[in-house]
């Protein structure tokens, strides 16, 4: 199954997949709701997705679908080399993560070798998958570290905005990558975690 909102994009991968005689491209969508509901349709094996969709990532996807126990093999394609995105797409299971720019037969190797039960990930990728594992905000961006401690002061999403100048939508889409990112589902526990940081490091020995 192939989800891109790039009609071009994904038509132009759709012949090169079908033009191999094992593979079967059995779905397409261009966002994650028409995504969602294929593949529960067709219970896809291997799904090749697009970070950036209209209604989301490829990324959320992926977790809604794997939620759901999805055992499609997912792959994620992208125009971008993002080591952040890598992280997000480890978490959520990728085989793969291939750049746009690759070449069509490529594609298609890529799909047959995930199928066979490969995993096609660099050294680099495992590493940092590694090192995000040990601290849960390493993937953060600057603003959203600068969000996570404002959440942690206790302001509200309109006060963070106001105090980084940014639009109160802005600051809820850095929240809701910032949960991702720290495998929390919740605002609340984003103050939780910063409160115990903050608690151990400021935590001293007792003078005997």
């Known amino acids: 199954m192939i989800v891109d909102d790039h009609e071009i994009v994904r038509r132009g991968i759709a012949e090169i997949v079908d033009r191999a005689e094992d593979l079967k491209v059995v779905a397409e969508a261009a966002t994650v709701s028409d995504a969602l509901v294929r593949a529960r349709l067709v219970n896809p094996d291997v799904m090749l997705v697009d970070l950036q969709l209209p209604d989301g990532t490829g990324i959320d996807l992926l977790r809604a679908l794997k939620a759901e126990g999805s055992k499609a093999l997912p792959i994620i ?27 069509g037969n490529e594609i298609a190797e890529v799909v047959r070798q995930v199928a066979d039960g490969q995993v096609l990930l660099d ?78 490091s400021w935590r001293t020995p007792r003078d005997n």
């Open 77 to 103: 394609l992208t125009s971008f080399d993002d080591d952040t995105a890598v992280s997000e797409a480890l978490q959520v299971g990728a085989k793969a993560f291939v750049l746009k720019s690759v070449r």
């Open 123 to 200: 050294d680099r990728t495992i590493t940092a998958r590694k090192n995000d594992a040990d601290d849960p905000t390493a993937s953060l961006t600057p603003s959203e570290r600068k969000v996570l401690v404002l959440i942690g002061d206790g302001l509200s999403n309109r006060e963070i905005g106001e105090k980084l100048g940014v639009a109160e939508k802005t600051v809820k889409n850095h929240i809701t990558s910032l949960l991702a990112k720290m495998g929390l589902q919740r605002r609340t526990q984003v103050a939780a975690w910063v409160a115990g940081q903050r608690a151990a």
